[in-house]
């Protein structure tokens, strides 16, 4: 299981995400937890298996045992939260942004790994769940802490290519299909 082996399956049409899959691990500017936590979230968010197990599988190289779970979390949690605030802005009516959502959170104030890396994984997850607060929301928390913009969008092309990859791959195993 590996990224070596989802860059192997890409067919000859997506060979840029290919070639962007393999720059993006292979010259990060984040930590190796930022890096492998963010490719596991995104993995998760993107809801293929193949790409889950791949990812997971060399993640699991790179991360301890917290923060691999944390990584899933973030994914776990960002999935509830995109869908909650993107709906809540997109309705038009500020009076749902007053109401308190009543949503259990706990694991974003303690994630058990620097909240920094969860803070950033969070925000690859929601540029996959397409939520403007989050992205928002998250981007300030990491810029405050220190990471810089291009860090930031780093993350943000690790969660494009990576639901890419997904899109791809499924596109292809169920074109296989018919």
Request: aromatic letters at 4%; hydrophobic letters at 45%; one cysteine or more.
């Amino acid at each position: 299981m590996s990224i070596d082996n989802l860059k192997s399956a890409l067919p000859g049409y997506a060979k840029d995400i290919r070639l962007n899959l393999g720059s993006l691990v292979t010259t990060s500017s984040l930590s190796e937890q930022q890096l492998w936590g963010t490719l596991l979230a995104t993995a998760i968010a993107t809801k293929s298996p193949r790409v889950i197990a791949e990812v997971s599988g060399e993640a699991a190289g790179h991360l301890s045992a917290e923060a691999f779970t944390a990584a899933k979390a973030a994914a776990s949690i960002m999935a509830m939260n995109n869908v909650y605030y993107r709906s809540t802005h997109l309705i038009g009516d500020e009076t749902y942004a007053t109401m308190p959502a009543r949503l259990r959170m706990t694991v974003i104030g303690n994630p058990g790994v620097d909240k920094l890396d969860f803070e950033l994984w969070s925000l690859a997850v929601s540029a996959i769940g397409g939520c403007g607060q989050c992205l928002e929301s998250h981007e300030k928390v990491v810029r405050s802490a220190g990471l810089s913009r291009e860090q930031v969008q780093e993350a943000i092309k690790i969660g494009a290519v990576v639901n890419a990859v997904a899109t791809t791959l499924e596109a292809e195993a169920a074109l296989a299909a018919v």
